[in-house]
């Protein structure tokens, strides 16, 4: 983006250098404007963008030097969050049109299933609802207004089919996965080093431990929420998507129509951390169908309930892990053995320094609708990794702290992460009776972030985080505030994810609807969280999704301290009873 901007900038000043009539060394840019200090004249970009767009932009222009920095490394105000406070910010939900419709959706409960029969009369009969829709694997109630909507589409008795998958439950997935990482050959694997020869060496002591994490839903704040109007052949929608370019393209090959016959109007979103991507927004197909076969615009809104269980979830997944440690305590190889349905071998990045490490993945699908969730396969890697290297740890009769610090390379952006944090959090001071300190270090799209948390555990045996401290380096840091913003909103979301939050299945139908089964953190259970970033020279990281890997392994490790009980297996609630 600098260069792409400075590039612009140089065109900018070669244009109002010819406009001018002076050399381009007597101009400078700054305020949206095109100046020539000697003669006080200046032109504004706009006046000059439409020329300087027919220039052939610099791919190496000169850049700022970071002595002239105005906004990089400054806190500048968000600009969208006064609409937010107040009301006003437009949202998908928010969505009005002139003689618009509303619909509610509900689709088959076992994904995979098909709409077999459906009766509409029952909804037609509810005042306000003019039409019911009968889709592939759901149906439509079409309504004036959201609550004659969903009345109608409540008054409906619809018959769907299990698509074949009526059996499954959740417990019979991890049964399925650990059998499958015990019995098959992986379907893809990295790593270095002799693995085997490693952990067969004699004088070598084995650690093992098997993993798991469930389902885990995406909870925006703002259910699914689209409108759609498709007149003469064109079709128009309104709402909050992650990628409106590609759900355009999406919305054209549901329609049948051609990219440039589609005009998508985003609005912001309320949530989404890999939800509204177009691969995964099944709302994209539904409201389009349903707009084709209703000539006023329609807003197609998911219910609470409809969300939840129908989401793009986080996989479940399940790993083994072993490690063998040298008579000097070392690790000498690691394994991890996990089976989920995408491959995450590329994406996970191993920070330690051990002779022989193999990262192996076993290819194993559901009928769910596995998808991106906030720090993708970090999230569950991280967990493994993290808890795991306080197994070994602990096996190696050694700190945590100082048992990772020699398994890093002496002046790494890792050791130096971990060394901040450890440090700001006075790791090794005495703690509050009850309480103990867990840490864990991760590096995901490029940044690098330690956590250390303060925990407890209460006589009804749930997790409390007292206080987080998080260390982080992501290069160069554009805008502190946003940038502690994104590492704290990961922390909180991944704690609550941690500690209570679980999809499951039974008779292959999820069994959540809403908060009161599936609850979130409130904010009087979250903790104090103070975040520090590193100077760095290293290429710029990323922010949003960073901050989440840590801390699940780093909260478990602090409920060991605390408890000896050592948990594997997310979410936490319950498991460290005394």
Same mark, same amino acid.
């Given at each position: 983006? %600098?260069?792409?901007?400075?590039?612009?900038?140089?065109?900018?000043?070669?244009?109002?250098?010819?406009?001018?009539?002076?050399?381009?060394?007597?101009?400078?840019?700054?305020?949206?404007? !095109?100046?020539?200090v000697?003669?006080?004249?200046?032109l504004?970009?706009?006046?000059?963008?439409a020329e300087?767009?027919?220039?052939t932009?610099s791919?190496e222009?000169?850049?700022?030097?970071?002595?002239?920095?105005?906004?990089?490394?400054?806190?500048?105000?968000?600009l969208?969050?006064?609409?937010?406070?107040?009301?006003s910010?437009?949202y998908g939900?928010d969505v009005?049109?002139?003689?618009?419709? &509303?619909?509610?959706?509900?689709?088959?409960?076992v %994904?995979g299933?098909?709409?077999?029969?459906?009766?509409?009369?029952p909804?037609?009969?509810?005042?306000?609802?003019?039409k019911v829709i009968?889709l =592939?694997?759901?149906v439509?109630?079409?309504a004036k207004? @959201?609550?004659q909507?969903l009345?109608?589409?409540?008054?409906?008795?619809?018959?769907f089919?299990?698509?074949?998958h009526g059996?499954?439950?959740?417990a019979?997935?991890s049964?399925?996965?650990?059998?499958?990482?015990?019995?098959?050959k992986?379907?893809?694997?990295?790593?270095?080093?002799?693995?085997?020869?490693?952990?067969a060496?004699?004088?070598?002591?084995?650690v093992?431990?098997? @993993?798991?994490?469930p389902?885990?839903?995406?909870?925006m704040?703002?259910?699914?929420?689209?409108?759609?109007?498709?007149?003469?052949?064109?079709l128009?929608?309104?709402?909050?998507v992650?990628?409106?370019?590609?759900?355009?393209?999406? +919305?054209?090959q549901?329609?049948?129509?051609? &990219?440039?016959?589609?005009t998508?109007?985003?609005?912001?979103?309320?949530?989404?951390?890999?939800?509204?991507?177009?691969?995964?927004?099944?709302?994209?197909?539904?409201?389009?169908?349903?707009?084709?076969q209703?000539?006023?615009?329609?807003?197609?809104?998911?219910?609470?309930?409809?969300?939840?269980?129908?989401? *793009?979830? #986080?996989?479940?997944?399940?790993a083994?892990?072993?490690?063998?440690?040298?008579?000097? $305590? #070392?690790?000498?190889?690691?394994?991890?053995?996990?089976?989920q349905?995408e491959?995450?071998?590329?994406?996970? #990045?191993?920070?330690?320094?051990?002779?022989?490490?193999?990262?192996?993945?076993?290819?194993?699908?559901?009928?769910q609708?596995?998808?991106?969730?906030?720090?993708?396969?970090?999230?569950?890697?991280?967990f493994?990794?993290?808890?795991f290297?306080d197994?070994?740890?602990?096996?190696?009769?050694?700190?945590? @702290?100082?048992?990772?610090?020699?398994?890093?390379?002496? $002046?790494s952006?890792?050791?130096?992460v971990?060394d =901040?944090?450890?440090?700001?959090?006075?790791?090794?001071?005495?703690?509050?009776?009850?309480?103990?300190?867990?840490?864990?270090? &991760?590096? *995901?799209?490029?940044?690098?972030?330690?956590? /250390?948390?303060?925990?407890?555990?209460s006589?009804g045996? %749930?997790?409390?985080?007292?206080k987080?401290w998080?260390?982080?380096d992501?290069?160069? !840091?554009?805008?502190?505030?946003?940038?502690?913003?994104?590492?704290?909103?990961g922390i909180?979301?991944a704690?609550?994810?941690?500690? =209570?939050?679980?999809?499951t299945l039974?008779?292959g139908? /999820?069994?959540?609807?809403?908060?009161?089964?599936y609850?979130?953190?409130?904010?009087?259970?979250?903790?104090?969280?103070d &975040?520090?970033?590193l100077?760095?020279?290293?290429?710029?990281g990323?922010?949003?999704?960073p901050? /989440?890997?840590?801390?699940?392994?780093?909260?478990?490790?602090?409920i060991? +301290?605390?408890?000896?009980?050592?948990?594997?297996?997310?979410?936490f609630?319950n498991q460290?009873k005394?």
């Amino acid at each position: 983006m %600098r260069v792409a901007g400075a590039a612009a900038r140089t065109a900018l000043i070669a244009t109002a250098a010819k406009r001018l009539s002076v050399p381009e060394t007597e101009l400078t840019a700054a305020n949206s404007q !095109v100046i020539h200090v000697k003669s006080g004249r200046r032109l504004r970009y706009g006046e000059l963008a439409a020329e300087a767009a027919d220039m052939t932009l610099s791919a190496e222009p000169k850049l700022k030097d970071p002595k002239d920095y105005r906004l990089i490394g400054k806190p500048i105000p968000r600009l969208d969050i006064p609409t937010k406070v107040n009301g006003s910010a437009l949202y998908g939900m928010d969505v009005q049109l002139p003689d618009m419709r &509303v619909a509610a959706i509900m689709a088959a409960p076992v %994904r995979g299933g098909k709409l077999e029969t459906v009766d509409p009369e029952p909804a037609l009969a509810i005042k306000g609802v003019e039409k019911v829709i009968k889709l =592939d694997s759901s149906v439509a109630v079409i309504a004036k207004g @959201y609550w004659q909507a969903l009345t109608g589409l409540r008054a409906l008795s619809p018959q769907f089919s299990d698509g074949g998958h009526g059996a499954l439950t959740s417990a019979s997935i991890s049964a399925a996965q650990a059998a499958k990482i015990k019995m098959d050959k992986p379907d893809h694997k990295s790593g270095h080093g002799d693995v085997p020869a490693a952990l067969a060496a004699s004088g070598i002591k084995l650690v093992e431990a098997q @993993y798991a994490v469930p389902f885990i839903h995406h909870a925006m704040m703002e259910p699914f929420a689209l409108t759609a109007h498709f007149k003469d052949g064109k079709l128009d929608l309104w709402g909050g998507v992650q990628d409106p370019l590609h759900s355009r393209k999406a +919305a054209a090959q549901a329609a049948d129509i051609s &990219v440039e016959q589609v005009t998508f109007h985003p609005t912001i979103m309320g949530g989404a951390f890999g939800r509204r991507l177009p691969g995964f927004c099944e709302i994209i197909g539904q409201v389009v169908q349903i707009a084709k076969q209703t000539p006023n615009p329609v807003k197609l809104i998911w219910s609470r309930e409809e969300e939840v269980k129908h989401g *793009s979830y #986080r996989p479940q997944a399940s790993a083994h892990l072993k490690a063998a440690l040298d008579k000097d $305590g #070392r690790i000498a190889g690691w394994t991890t053995d996990y089976a989920q349905s995408e491959d995450a071998t590329r994406e996970t #990045r191993f920070v330690y320094d051990v002779p022989a490490f193999a990262l192996r993945h076993y290819q194993f699908a559901t009928n769910q609708h596995d998808g991106a969730w906030r720090s993708v396969n970090s999230n569950q890697n991280g967990f493994y990794c993290e808890s795991f290297m306080d197994e070994l740890a602990f096996a190696a009769g050694e700190d945590p @702290y100082q048992f990772r610090r020699k398994h890093l390379h002496p $002046g790494s952006r890792h050791l130096a992460v971990l060394d =901040d944090v450890a440090k700001r959090s006075g790791w090794g001071a005495p703690l509050i009776t009850g309480r103990g300190r867990g840490m864990a270090l &991760v590096e *995901s799209f490029n940044t690098i972030v330690a956590h /250390v948390i303060e925990a407890s555990i209460s006589d009804g045996g %749930r997790p409390r985080a007292h206080k987080v401290w998080s260390s982080v380096d992501c290069g160069q !840091v554009v805008n502190p505030d946003g940038a502690a913003a994104q590492i704290m909103g990961g922390i909180i979301m991944a704690l609550s994810t941690c500690i =209570d939050e679980a999809i499951t299945l039974d008779k292959g139908a /999820v069994v959540q609807s809403n908060f009161h089964d599936y609850p979130i953190l409130k904010l009087a259970e979250a903790p104090e969280v103070d &975040v520090h970033f590193l100077e760095s020279n290293a290429s710029m990281g990323g922010l949003g999704e960073p901050g /989440v890997p840590p801390t699940a392994p780093a909260l478990a490790n602090a409920i060991f +301290a605390a408890t000896g009980k050592r948990i594997r297996q997310l979410p936490f609630r319950n498991q460290a009873k005394a």
